[in-house]
């Protein structure tokens, strides 16, 4: 299965280089190459997870075709790694080919002495941290945004002790933003906050969807494997497992059906070389994986499709929304609920008739499985146009604390308080001052526009 696992590569590396000569579009128009993914990043993943497995090829089998195409491997990735820029996967390549060093050196007859070892270990860590410190330096937003990341789905992931489900984890992290910064509104992560789709470490993922026992056994899954394959001594496979490791640490490769094939093939090959075991158990555990595996692997694929067919429903929607239309969305809704695309477009289409009422119904279903705090602003906007001011208050707040970079909602509170009597000019006076205080990172002209409009609406008061 090691052999497969190279191939698997290699047709992504030839993916990955027609993309980058301009032979094949890429998934994804701002970036060069994407492989057969919609993002750089999670394919540098990819490909740094089969590297250990090339390199103990090309070092020990002595197959002369397994060899070429292990070095063949090697060649097309790393000459295709730079372009794809993912710190990430540079990082997992690096250390499943240490592995694979380390197994080397045993496998010569060695052995890791007490004091060679400690100094073998302490040389990593501070290898490491230094690697790490640099990136920090070369990139502090972006280190301090996975910072905030990390510390706000570790609360959602106590916050639920049992889980979510896959499909909320992203409204369970967006409530604990909310909740961190309502009770941290100076904290030093203001900056940096945003409204990601996924938490960027798939084991603290895996906490908030299936509780704490789920992010005990997937860290207890992937250190058996480590170690069954070291101790099988297929150090490529346990590099592999290093390096995947290091992948799902910072990066989001579960949500892709080929991370799926690869852990599969992954598995497979190390459940094989357990030589102690018989052919038959060997092989029925194999199956078991695959089945396992397939189920999300399965569902990402069907996803695609729906996600092609609510494209061609939400292009119609924009213009208008018959009855119809409106059946039919409704019945995508249902099987769609865990899309927050979906369920955003049907809220803000519902809103455009006029049905307020289903609109914040379809809207706080979005809340439930999305961060982004336009599906509170929509859900205030509409209390506001049926006169629930106080309704409208609460969301518009709660979408500047999930938030509080944002303008959007810190011009919406304004303009709210603008529209009652002079009693309350205290509360849109704060609102204001808060509006055209708050930093912009990227000024724009809907940007300027709100803040003109606050203060034509300050000069008239």
């Not at 790393?78 to 997992?92: D, V």
């Not at 929304?321 to 695309?341: F, H, I, P, Q, T």
Request: glycine share 10%; hydrophobic share 50%.
């Amino acid at each position: 299965m090691a052999q497969l696992i190279v191939v698997f590569g290699l047709v992504e590396c030839v993916f990955g280089w027609l993309q980058l000569l301009g032979f094949a579009a890429s998934g994804n128009s701002m970036y060069p190459a994407t492989g057969t993914f919609y993002n750089p990043g999670p394919y540098c993943g990819f490909l740094a997870v089969i590297a250990p497995v090339a390199l103990h090829a090309v070092l020990h089998d002595r197959h002369k075709v397994a060899v070429w195409l292990s070095g063949t491997y090697l060649f097309l990735a790393i000459g295709l790694m730079p372009a794809l820029m993912g710190r990430t996967g540079w990082i997992a390549a690096l250390l499943g080919c240490a592995v694979v060093a380390a197994g080397r050196y045993v496998s010569a007859g060695r052995s890791f002495k007490k004091g060679r070892l400690r100094v073998y270990a302490v040389s990593m860590i501070v290898l490491t941290i230094a690697f790490l410190a640099l990136l920090y330096f070369l990139k502090p937003d972006s280190a301090q945004g996975r910072v905030l990341m990390w510390m706000v789905a570790f609360q959602a992931m106590i916050a639920h002790p049992w889980g979510v489900g896959w499909d909320r984890v992203a409204g369970a992290f967006g409530q604990a933003q909310e909740d961190y910064f309502a009770q941290h509104p100076d904290s030093v992560f203001v900056s940096v906050a945003g409204a990601p789709e996924y938490v960027f470490n798939e084991f603290l993922q895996i906490g908030i969807a299936f509780g704490i026992a789920g992010f005990i056994a997937f860290i207890a899954v992937v250190v058996a494997g480590a170690v069954t394959a070291w101790r099988s001594r297929c150090y490529g496979l346990c590099g592999a497992v290093v390096a995947f490791t290091a992948v799902c640490f910072s990066s989001y490769p579960l949500q892709f059906a080929e991370f799926y094939l690869l852990v599969f093939l992954l598995g497979g090959a190390i459940i094989f070389h357990r030589h102690n075991y018989p052919v038959w158990l060997r092989a029925g555990a194999c199956v078991v994986l695959g089945g396992v595996l397939s189920v999300p692997a399965y569902g990402i694929m069907e996803r695609k499709r729906q996600t092609s067919e609510w494209d061609r429903m939400s292009n119609a929607i924009r213009y208008r929304l018959s009855d119809g239309m409106m059946k039919e969305c409704d019945s995508l809704v249902r099987e769609m609920g865990w899309s927050a695309r979906c369920l955003f477009d049907y809220g803000k289409a519902l809103r455009g008739n006029g049905d307020y009422e289903k609109s914040n119904k379809v809207l706080r279903m979005g809340v439930e499985i999305s961060s982004d705090p336009m599906f509170l602003n929509l859900i205030g906007r509409n209390h506001e146009d049926m006169g629930e001011t106080a309704e409208a208050e609460e969301y518009y707040t709660r979408s500047r604390h999930r938030l509080p970079n944002r303008l959007y909602p810190y011009y919406l509170l304004a303009m709210l308080y603008a529209k009652e009597d002079d009693a309350s000019s205290g509360k849109f006076l704060k609102a204001y001052e808060e509006a055209m205080e708050l930093p912009v990172k990227v000024e724009s002209p809907a940007t300027r526009e709100m803040r003109e409009e606050l203060i034509e609406v300050r000069g008239k008061r």
